[in-house]
């Protein structure tokens, strides 16, 4: 897709400072410019590159002023990084796969398909599935029995949404993702793990993403729960019963153990434990690799294995870093008095 700086000036709103006419195809960072590509300056420490860039137009803040002559043309907006995410958004929308099926989809005599849906090849859509409309399913995508995918979803290559699960509107799965898998419920016996059924199911509100080969386990009974607006990195478990409050980001590797609810804005980082049956409150933020073994109250910063308060934990970090020579000098004290 070819666009003029103009063109892109009016879909952000803003002013063209040089040639409207000139045409860009692709992106680049403003460091690695080429000509016909587009770049932004958000970062102050990049803005020498402004002026050296081979790019052939850049996205700059509207009071952006250089002390070297600028030969690219600019885009003056309020908000650079913003107005460049906004953009991206505008021409991941125009190259989206157009409307229709795949030869090679089994799609279901029962199923409910909804207007301009794009289905891939080798997709597979079971008995009384519901796709909304504008969906997207990709390459190898399933979809069991009776589940429901919502308005303008995509279903990238190889997920599966597995029986009776409900997406919303908006949402996104990526490669790999499995939604509704078997939660982790076995009954112990003297000799053997009888398997418990898990016959509940997953919901997914509007507006979720969850990233590529990341699982969201089936309730034993009821739903686990992904709240609205809710971000899943790449290869995170989610228990089964789990509830994810509204507008939560998770990172990567976090492991969330069963019945757990997390609430509305919060904030947790990669390789993050989580036991299960606990109640984490509102806008908590969880340090990376640490391990949550107790229920946290809302506005909380915890940090470490087992996690404790954030201010608590550097100080006590710096503590332990200085034990050795601590350690040592103790000794050489001890050693000091046995001799006298």
């Given at each position: 897709?070819?666009?003029t700086a103009g063109?892109?000036?009016?879909l952000?709103?803003?002013?063209v400072?040089g040639?409207?006419?000139?045409?860009?195809?692709t992106?680049s960072p403003?460091e690695?410019g080429?000509?016909?590509?587009?770049s932004?300056?958000?970062?102050?420490k990049?803005?020498?590159f402004?002026?050296?860039?081979e790019?052939?137009?850049?996205?700059?803040?509207?009071d952006?002023h250089s002390?070297e002559k600028?030969?690219t043309?600019?885009?003056?907006?309020?908000?650079?990084?913003t107005?460049?995410?906004l953009?991206l958004?505008?021409?991941d929308?125009?190259n989206?796969?157009k409307?229709?099926i795949?030869?090679?989809a089994v799609?279901?005599?029962s199923?409910?398909i909804?207007?301009?849906?794009?289905i891939?090849?080798?997709v597979i859509?079971?008995d009384?599935?519901?796709?909304?409309?504008?969906t997207?399913?990709?390459a190898?995508v399933?979809?069991?029995?009776e589940?429901?995918?919502?308005?303008?979803?995509?279903?990238?290559s190889?997920?599966?949404v597995m029986?009776?699960?409900?997406?919303?509107n908006?949402c996104?799965?990526?490669a790999g993702?499995?939604?509704?898998s078997d939660?982790f419920?076995?009954?112990?016996?003297?000799?053997a793990?009888?398997k418990?059924?898990?016959?509940?199911n997953?919901v997914?509100?509007?507006d979720?993403?969850?990233g590529?080969?990341?699982?969201?386990?089936?309730?034993t009974?009821?739903?686990?729960?992904?709240?609205k607006?809710?971000?899943?990195d790449?290869l995170?478990?989610?228990?089964?019963?789990?509830?994810?409050?509204?507008?939560?980001?998770?990172?990567a590797?976090?492991?969330?153990?069963g019945?757990t609810?997390i609430?509305?804005?919060c904030m947790i980082?990669?390789?993050v434990?989580?036991?299960?049956?606990l109640?984490?409150g509102?806008?908590v933020?969880?340090a990376?690799?640490?391990?949550?073994g107790?229920n946290?109250a809302?506005?909380v910063?915890?940090?470490?294995?087992?996690a404790?308060e954030v201010?608590?934990?550097?100080?006590?970090?710096v503590s332990?870093?200085?034990?050795?020579?601590?350690l040592?000098?103790?000794?050489?004290?001890l050693?000091?008095?046995?001799k006298?």
């Open positions: 897709m070819i666009l063109v892109i000036a009016e952000l709103g803003g002013s400072d040639d409207p006419q000139v045409q860009v195809s992106v403003i690695k080429f000509k016909g590509s587009l932004f300056l958000a970062n102050p990049y803005k020498d402004v002026a050296t860039t790019a052939s137009v850049v996205i700059v803040k509207d952006f002390e600028v030969s043309t600019l885009i003056r907006v309020a908000d650079p990084y107005s460049f995410a953009l958004q505008k021409y929308e125009m989206r796969p409307p229709g795949h030869p090679s799609i279901s005599d199923a409910q909804g207007k301009d849906v794009s891939a090849a080798g859509v079971e009384k599935a519901i796709i909304g409309d504008g997207r399913l990709g190898n399933v979809v069991e029995r589940s429901i995918v919502g308005t303008n979803c995509t279903l990238h190889g997920s599966r029986h009776h699960c409900i997406l919303g908006n996104t799965l990526h993702v499995t939604i509704g939660g419920g076995f009954a112990p016996s003297d000799t793990y009888s418990i059924p898990q016959v509940g997953v997914l509100e509007d979720v993403e969850i590529s080969n990341s699982t969201i386990d089936r309730a009974m009821g739903s686990t729960v992904i709240r607006g809710v971000k899943l790449n995170i478990q989610v228990a089964h019963n789990v509830e994810i409050g509204e507008h939560t980001v998770i990172a590797q976090t492991g969330i153990a019945s609810k609430g509305k804005r980082g990669g390789q434990g989580i036991i299960g049956h109640t984490i509102d806008n933020k969880i990376a690799q640490s391990g949550i107790n946290l809302d506005n910063v915890v940090q470490g294995s087992p404790f201010g608590n934990y550097r100080r006590s970090y332990f870093r200085r034990l050795p020579e601590k040592k000098a103790i000794e050489e004290k050693a000091a008095l046995t006298g």
